[in-house]
């Protein structure tokens, strides 16, 4: 029997203001190939069963286009007689009573199995039952909702349990709503074939526990999440289990650094050779107030023109003896800014020209600011 996984598929999630050709978001798009690319796989495999252990969405309200995105897609697995178990995540469960899950919608295909209701629930094949404990608001049901599963394991059968939460405080993502696995019921996961979670956004192996897995996101959440490694998990249980991760294509995603005191020598060297299209993260390192004004970040951009994004990041030197002191709070950070020049730029027409160019970019921000009030 060969049953993919998948998880936390974000779909709907958008990032950066890059839109592509179609007047879509860049970064939304990127979620929805990933998708694809994971449905074009599991066509080509054609494994006895799916599963994806919730974040199908990224929001319980998604956008009319991430549900049909979501529904047409899935109606590619229908056409193939590929059945699909799916559970809800803390990102598609409502936090009130009041309004509907949106994975009740996948309800109108026939191969899809979802499981959004707040309770454990079996869903029963012939050869497998897959234990389906979705995400759940009121933790204080879990305990029964786990009795309830040990009690539904059928020996003449798979066992596969489905989650979505943290297995041990190390795979807390630090969201809304997301749970703790009780420790004292990790016996269950020994009674069971495979242990398939979502949550976690990298493919790992849990703890001590040979058949535990997280299968990851399919795309990278965040900017600070830099793994390559996103795709789906292949389970082949015969008479051995076998585990193997497969990776989908992603968009690079690229980290620099800059040593400001070494600014024309280190941009000299730049090694631009992937930055085609890629997220780019540019660290400046070293800065002192005169050279931060000197750097700017249209400077930065022009160098990585060919990049989708560039976000600069900024780390000033700490210089010894010289301390923040005073009541920072009191003044405005232009007058803070420019006594520091003066303070530390000693050449007089040096410190006239960054002063001027500081009090220039401080009315420009004033402005900005303006507008939006
Ligand atoms: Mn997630």
Redesign the pocket.
């Known amino acids: 029997m060969n049953i993919i996984h998948f ?2 598929t ?1 779909l709907g999630f958008t990032d950066l203001d890059v839109t592509n050709v179609s007047g879509v978001n860049q970064r939304e798009a990127d979620f929805y190939k990933a998708f694809s690319d994971v449905i074009d796989a599991i066509i080509e495999m054609r494994p006895d069963y799916v599963i994806h252990t ?2 199908l969405f990224h929001r319980a309200s998604p956008s009319n286009r991430a549900i049909t995105f979501a529904l047409s897609q899935f109606k590619r697995l229908e056409n193939e007689e590929i059945p699909l178990v799916i559970i809800a ?3 598609s469960t409502p936090r009130t009573s009041t309004s509907s899950p949106i994975l009740e919608a996948l309800q109108t295909l026939n191969n899809v199995h979802a499981v959004f209701e707040q309770h454990y629930e079996a869903v029963v094949f012939d050869d497998v039952i897959f234990h389906a404990l979705p995400h759940i608001n009121d933790e204080r049901i879990i305990p029964d909702a786990l009795d309830q599963m040990e009690e539904s394991i059928d020996r003449s059968k798979k066992n596969i349990m489905m989650m979505h939460c943290s297995v041990g405080a190390h795979y807390l ?1 630090h969201e809304f709503g997301e749970w703790v696995y009780p420790k004292e019921r990790e016996d269950i996961f020994e009674k069971m074939d495979y242990v398939a979670l ?2 976690w ?1 990298g493919f790992s192996s849990v703890g001590k526990h040979p058949n535990v897995y997280y299968a990851g ?1 399919t795309e990278r ?1 965040s900017s600070a999440d830099k793994r390559d490694d996103k795709g789906y998990v292949l389970l082949e249980l015969n008479d051995e289990v076998t585990i193997t991760h497969h990776t989908v294509q992603l968009r690079k995603s690229l980290s620099f650094s800059i040593d400001a005191d070494r600014y024309e020598e280190e941009v000299g060297i730049l090694d631009l050779s992937e930055i085609k299209d890629a997220l780019v993260e540019v660290k400046l390192i070293n800065l002192t107030a005169s050279s931060s004004i000197d750097i700017s970040n249209k400077e930065i951009n022009a160098l990585f023109e060919d990049a989708l994004h560039v976000k600069v990041k900024r780390e000033f030197k700490v210089v010894e003896g010289e301390s923040i002191e005073g009541d920072i709070e009191s003044i405005s950070l232009e007058s803070y800014f420019i006594s520091h020049i003066q303070e530390s730029v000693t050449d007089e027409v040096e410190q006239e020209r960054l002063t001027s160019k500081a009090k220039a970019l401080f009315s420009l921000y004033e402005e900005a600011d303006d507008d939006t009030h």
């Open positions: 998880s936390d974000h919730g974040d995540g803390n990102h993502m979502g949550h956004h996101s959440t």
